[in-house]
């Protein structure tokens, strides 16, 4: 049986790993996309179910919102 060594406590990359031969790279790609976020939200599985899509989620939400917007013009 083989004794399992210690990775390298160095950060380098070995020698085979030649950046400068990998074509398409770019700097920065995403990071636009990055800063102005990401909105995404998991759903309960119980919830999930209840809606097959993203539309329908969004549908919904819509609905909630107009609903608690005139129950609070209806209350003021």
Do not use: C, H, W
Not at 23 to 31: D, E, H, L, P, S
Not at 52 to 64: D, F, I, K
């Amino acid at each position: 049986m083989r004794r399992k060594t210690k990775p390298d406590e160095s950060d380098e990359l070995r020698e085979e790993y030649d950046l400068t031969q990998i074509k398409g790279i770019v700097r920065g790609k995403y990071a636009q996309r990055y800063k102005q976020g990401s909105n995404v939200v998991v759903l309960a599985p119980d919830v999930a179910k209840a809606f097959p899509n993203e539309e329908s989620v969004n549908e919904a939400l819509r609905l909630l919102i107009n609903l608690a917007k005139s129950a609070s013009r209806k209350a003021s």
